[in-house]
């Protein structure tokens, strides 16, 4: 293991040096949850409070809610069924179980297991986003085309060259969008301003919308299973119509040839947000499950 790591339940700061060593367990693991992606645990690592530590010999994450509740991810290593019943067993909540993994670990058990479909990711077909074939998908096209009649802009993957355009478009959405009131919204910049900065360090890649503004738009995301890319952000230009669906349709083309599926994480519940991600006719749902102890 990277680093010293102590025993739960004690814990340490997730840090960049982890990447490694994650990598090597999501490969192994082959994760379906988009939680269990180390960019997003990296980036997320302040207000989720995301630690390490060691459970019989299993690599454990630790965390919080945006409500502040603390919580542990399925375990990465080892026995990871025996690790998770003990931690259910000293009454730990245990978050972001996959359908497999409560199969697997905790089928007829005593603990109360309950879906939680706000944190539920959406996962599509990339060949589907990418054409856009068929009525389905008529107001998509008819967006893009509204912007594609008006603006001159070309494709590009994301590069450094890009990155102080793109953070002046994440300030102008941030400055549309957030309230101040929503610690959602107010983590998911911060964590979206360090993943540009970032995004070598971190393995990201993404594409980018370039107009005659410097970057209209912006998708980035990482590899989440063999079969799998997870985009973690999606930016666009609020003013400009088009953008963001635009975005969308080259981002899923430059991963299409490598990943048929992509995972475009949760909806946290918010309506507009829930809306708008089951517009693009997700194949199926990736149902996510919290499980702790009977009262």
């Known amino acids: 293991m990277s680093g010293f790591i102590p025993l739960n339940p004690s814990t340490r700061p997730l840090e960049l040096n982890d990447r490694t060593l994650l990598q090597e367990q999501f490969r192994g693991l082959q994760p379906l949850v988009s939680e269990l992606s180390f960019a997003n645990l990296f980036l997320f690592r302040h207000i989720h409070r995301y630690g390490l530590t060691t459970v019989n010999n299993s690599l454990v994450i630790s965390g919080c809610g945006y409500d502040g509740q603390s919580y542990v991810l399925p375990p990465l290593s080892g026995d990871v069924g025996e690790a998770a019943r003990r931690l259910l067993d000293e009454g730990r909540t245990l978050s972001a179980a996959d359908e497999r993994?409560?199969?697997?670990?905790?089928?007829?058990?005593?603990?109360?297991?309950?879906?939680?479909r706000d944190n539920d990711d959406y996962l599509y077909l990339t060949n589907e986003l990418a054409e856009l074939s068929g009525k389905r998908f008529h107001k998509k096209k008819n967006r893009i085309n509204y912007f594609t009649a008006r603006q001159s802009y070309t494709a590009e993957p994301f590069c450094k060259d890009h990155l102080q355009s793109a953070l002046k478009l994440l300030d102008e959405w941030d400055r549309v969008h957030s309230d101040g009131s929503s610690?959602?919204?107010?983590?998911?910049?911060?964590?979206?301003?360090?993943?540009?900065?970032?995004?070598?360090?971190?393995?990201?890649?993404?594409?980018?919308?370039?107009?005659d503004r410097g970057v209209s738009a912006f998708a980035l995301g990482e590899k989440l299973?063999?079969?799998?890319?997870?985009?973690h952000f999606e930016k666009a230009d609020p003013f400009l119509e088009g953008a963001a669906q635009l975005v969308n349709r080259e981002f899923s083309r430059s991963i299409s040839a490598d990943y048929p599926y992509l995972n475009r994480e949760q909806d946290l519940g918010v309506s507009g947000l829930r809306e708008a991600k089951l517009s693009y006719h997700p194949t199926r749902m990736v149902s996510k499950f919290t499980v702790r102890l009977p009262d």
């Open 225 to 231: 299973n063999d079969s799998t890319f997870v985009c």
């Open 183 to 211: 610690r959602s919204i107010s983590a998911e910049s911060a964590a979206a301003r360090e993943g540009l900065e970032l995004a070598e360090e971190l393995g990201l890649s993404g594409v980018v919308i370039v107009t």
């Open 101 to 116: 993994f409560v199969a697997e670990h905790l089928a007829g058990s005593r603990y109360k297991v309950f879906s939680d």
